[in-house]
């Protein structure tokens, strides 16, 4: 019965929700609506069962000084910091609590994750042209197309390229709207009949990975 | 040759830095043309009447920001300027200051609109698409209240609007998961609304497919959608000036790309010579 229930679970609830895709009648989507509530209640849930996992995991690192645990220490005093400043000091009703404007939630908001988030990503640029350098080399006849296609695309999308040739962009939105396109397109209708296959197994209970175990 | 085929990637970060910073510090704003997804998003926008409600979901983060937020900015200003109302949702919650950023930004072009009539923010939801779905049905059962604390069902801009028949036009900044994609799948394609994208770069392709099946009325992909967006609605911003430095970077990698095939395919030729000599 332990397995037996919750197939039998997912299977009501997953085939419901496909009938409710398919038959969009106000009271079939009435009560659906209460399940999506549901479903919101829960995953707001989640945070916490995630909060208590990073306390848990981290807590064991640090007790045993495992490795980085001077950085587990700053994720955790980081955490209950940011929680306290954003909903403790917002309940107390200190005035620099919550997320509005001028609270410390937003100060920190504004001049750490920010600034730290925007640094990360402008690495990015580096490390793609570097490995642009090291993974364009034409090697084979596939690798040809690849390289000349990126180069095009590359160029063609920046005011330079206009500068160059007049209809490169229109060469661009070629290669993006019909070789490009037609390559994608296929992509996701494959892994929609995925999907599907794999939605339909998991549903009549074949697929029981989720479940842990077998 | 061989030295050059294994370049010290310092060298490349180096040359890479050079052709950001410089066009930075010394523009010269290339001219550019608007392309067809960009232009017919901004068609969309100019055939809504005035007092319309677009909803606009800015599901991003400051990682994202160089590219999405000046078409945040861009798209904002748009709908100010054509006294369209805004609905701001963010289902990231790295999105609800990044919403309140831009809008103050426009606003400062704006000092007449008020929140709450013209504009309104109803902050973060966790849930992803079933917050979108839920959105359907019911939006002020699941946003009861906006990032301020005030009650929908209070505020004049949110009056007559209960599902998703009562917006005109939505718009998603997308930096990711939940996106672009999940907006289609969930929203467009069940509730067969109006949805435009504004997407980094490197996801753009991802997209096009629902451009040309008409799911999305419009697509603006990376700094040059912004870019071109800033141009059509005539307010220049970030995007525009990174254009140049855009326009060298790709330049400069182009260059790395040739030199790089010119040194390889050198040291095989040599290769081959001295095995041929052998």
Known sequence: MRREIPIAICFLAGISFILEYFIPHQRILSVFETFRQWAIIVIAFAYVLGLANIVRVNYHVIQKKGRDWPYKIILVLSLFFMITVGIIFDILGIRSGGIAEGSIFNWVYYNAQYPLQATMFALLAFFIASAAFRAFRIR?????????????????????????????????????????????????????????STALKVLTGLERTYLGGE | ?????????????????????IPLLLPVNLDFSVTPPVQSFYDAIEELPAGSKVLVSCDYDPGSMPELFPMNVAVFYHLMSRDLKVITIQLWATGTLLAELAMAEVLEDFPDKEYGKDWVNLGFKEGREVVMVSMGTNIPKTFPSDSRGNKVEDLPIMQGVNTYDDIALFMNVSGGLPGTKEWVL????????????????VSAPEFYPYVQSGQLVGLLGGMKGAAEYEKLVQRPGTAQRGMDAQSVSHIVVFLFILIGNIAYFSVKGAKKRLKASR
């Open chain 2, 1 to 21: 040759m061989e030295k050059l085929e294994r370049l010290d990637r310092r060298i490349i970060f180096i040359f890479i830095f050079l052709s950001i910073a």
């Open chain 2, 186 to 201: 969930q929203v467009q394609s069940r509730y067969h609304v109006k949805l435009g994208s504004g997407c980094t770069a």
């Open chain 1, 140 to 196: 084979t006849f596939q690798a040809s197309l690849l390289a000349v296609t990126a180069i095009l695309v590359m160029i063609g999308r920046v005011p330079v390229g206009e500068r160059l040739w007049g209809s490169f962009p229109d060469l661009t939105e070629w290669i993006m709207n019909v070789p490009q396109l037609a390559g994608k397109r296929a992509i996701m209708i494959g892994a929609a009949l995925g999907a599907i």
